[in-house]
């Protein structure tokens, strides 16, 4: 993926379970460590259709990305966030076409959240509600924001963050892969100053666990075990959704 040298070893966990409500698990993740490259998407649309365009976004986005990126390692961080969106655009065009052609399909998308590290540097875009947080010493934070009719109320201020998060608007998308129209990806630049942890995640899992829980396990487990607790207590709390949490450690290599 028109690598520059690693500053960074990645060491990735993932767990995807279906939860305790649905018969399907349409999230799907992809993870190339040395490439830098970490993905997690929720399919929707019922049916198959969910897990169609989840599956395209873990098998075809990264292929899209590499050839996109591919001699950019001179670029800007401005141009390297502005061809990320552009691919991610293109993917969600590419899927929207799809789901016209074929009946099956229709109304089939998908959230895509993702991190590429290059450098000393990661670059976290987003569609939907899936989530990317990261964990340095002891400061946690969601790095993007949630395309939903109850985060766009939340930020205008007319419902708080705890009436967002049981408002029955959380899982109504503004925004998402396969839309009409452009699919305008979120796209941020993370300076990594230190060794951290990434966790990119469905709404499977910050639906049923609070920051404040994700926080304490990530800083309490070893990768595995963070990333298998995670979903378990996910699954305890009521498992309403299918739930993905894919770990990321990142430390400065040799």
Known sequence: MG???????CAVHAVSDVG???????????????AG?????????GLAAGSVA?????????????D?????????????????????????GALRERSRQDASLKGTGTTIVLALVRGKCAYVANLGDSRAYILRHDVFRQV?????????????????????????????????????????????LVHLKGPCRLLLCSDGLTGML??????A???????????RRLVAEANEAGGHDNITALVVDLRRGA
């Not at 989840?54 to 590499?66: H, I």
């Open 3 to 9: 690598q520059t040298t690693p500053v960074f070893e």
């Open 20 to 34: 305790r409500r649905r018969s399907e698990n349409q999230d799907a993740w992809f993870a190339d460590a040395q």
């Open 37 to 45: 490259l970490f993905l997690v998407a929720d399919g929707m649309g």
């Open 54 to 66: 989840s599956q395209a976004a873990a098998e075809v986005l990264p292929k899209m990305l590499e």
């Open 68 to 92: 996109r990126l591919a001699g950019m390692e001179r670029a800007t961080e401005t141009a390297f966030e502005g061809a990320i969106r552009k691919t991610i655009a293109e993917f969600s």
């Open 144 to 188: 993007t924001e949630d395309h939903s009719v109850a985060a766009l109320m939340h930020r205008l201020g007319k419902i708080t963050a705890e009436q967002a998060r049981a408002h029955p608007a959380r899982s109504t998308l503004t925004r998402h892969a396969g839309m009409e129209g452009e699919a305008r990806a979120d796209v941020r």
């Open 210 to 215: 609070s920051d404040d829980r994700i926080k």
């Open 217 to 227: 396990i990530l800083a309490s487990e070893p990768g595995a075990e963070a990333a």
